[in-house]
């Protein structure tokens, strides 16, 4: 099987939200990805250096809405609720 460099392989919806957020920002040694696992619902925190706040949450929060919509699409896959919360 052959891949090109830029393949990743995301095993969980944790891995997912921080490849996405370390796609976006200047600091990616600084995001940090934490979950909160429930029976059918599971929170994931995600935190990001202060100067790249912004670019996680976007203009009018569109870039945080897109992130929490890829999420939602990912979760319904494995049938299972998740949430993303963006700490400060």
Not at 6 to 10: A, D, K, L, R, S
Not at 44 to 47: D, F, P
């Given at each position: 099987m052959v891949f090109d460099k830029?393949?990743?392989?995301?095993v969980t919806m944790k891995d997912l939200i921080k490849?996405?957020?370390q796609a976006l920002v200047?600091?990616?040694e600084q995001v940090d990805?934490?979950?909160v696992a429930g029976?059918?619902?599971s929170v994931?925190?995600?935190?990001v250096a202060k100067e790249d706040l912004g670019k996680v949450i976007g203009?009018?929060?569109?870039?945080?809405?897109?992130?929490?919509?890829?999420?939602?699409?990912?979760?319904?896959?494995?049938?299972?609720?998740?949430v993303m919360e963006i700490i400060e």
């Open positions: 830029n393949f990743v392989e995301v490849f996405m957020a200047d600091h990616p990805v934490s979950e029976e059918q619902t994931i925190e995600l935190r203009k009018q929060g569109r870039t945080a809405k897109a992130m929490r919509t890829i999420l939602s699409a990912a979760s319904t896959k494995i049938r299972k609720r998740t």
